[in-house]
């Protein structure tokens, strides 16, 4: 039995947080004339984003309402992403977002999230916009959701759709 990381009846352990890794990412995020005018093929098309706030008491909830904010801006339902990207710092606050958005599990992190692959602090944040806009390439996905905590109570959403 491992012990909890916060408070002696906590469930989150070692083995329910991400690992810190080390991790490097390249993207570029360009209008359409740029994109043209330089020979690039743009994989996905920014829809929407959303920043938002809640009370660090409940850090890794964040999530929850940029993602409801980012739908609404982009004229989306729940059900009309295809595919969440979803940085986890801990599983618990990965089940509590898929659980109050109503996400089906079956669409959510589909080649492994930071349990998996680990957090690379600097670096979450167009990892998980990268991998979602890659997903859309490759997959017959067409809309995708990539959000993540941000420490102090943030969170923070991206809509993204295939080009």
């Given at each position: 039995?491992?012990?909890?990381?916060?408070?002696?009846?906590?469930?989150?352990?070692?083995?329910?947080?991400s690992p810190l890794t080390d991790g490097a990412v390249f993207m570029i995020v360009c209008s359409e004339e740029f994109a043209a005018s330089n020979n690039l093929t743009p994989i996905a098309r920014i829809v929407a984003g959303s920043v938002t706030g809640c009370s660090p008491?409940?850090?890794?909830?964040?999530?929850?309402?940029?993602?409801?904010?980012?739908?609404?801006?982009?004229?989306?339902?729940?059900?009309?992403?295809?595919?969440?990207?979803?940085?986890?710092?801990?599983?618990?606050?990965?089940?509590?977002?898929?659980?109050?958005?109503?996400?089906?599990?079956?669409?959510?992190?589909?080649?492994?999230?930071?349990?998996?692959?680990?957090?690379?602090?600097?670096?979450?944040?167009?990892?998980?916009?990268?991998?979602?806009?890659?997903?859309?390439?490759?997959?017959?996905?067409?809309?995708?959701?990539?959000?993540?905590?941000?420490?102090?109570?943030?969170?923070?959403?991206?809509?993204?759709?295939?080009?």
């Amino acid at each position: 039995r491992l012990n909890p990381a916060f408070g002696d009846e906590g469930i989150v352990t070692a083995a329910t947080s991400s690992p810190l890794t080390d991790g490097a990412v390249f993207m570029i995020v360009c209008s359409e004339e740029f994109a043209a005018s330089n020979n690039l093929t743009p994989i996905a098309r920014i829809v929407a984003g959303s920043v938002t706030g809640c009370s660090p008491d409940v850090m890794g909830i964040g999530p929850i309402e940029a993602t409801r904010k980012v739908l609404e801006r982009a004229n989306w339902d729940i059900e009309d992403v295809d595919l969440f990207e979803l940085n986890e710092a801990f599983s618990s606050q990965s089940l509590a977002v898929i659980e109050d958005l109503g996400i089906d599990s079956k669409k959510v992190n589909l080649h492994g999230g930071a349990l998996a692959i680990g957090h690379p602090l600097g670096a979450s944040g167009a990892r998980i916009t990268g991998k979602a806009a890659s997903l859309l390439k490759s997959t017959d996905s067409k809309r995708a959701v990539a959000t993540m905590c941000i420490g102090g109570g943030m969170g923070i959403a991206i809509a993204l759709e295939k080009v």
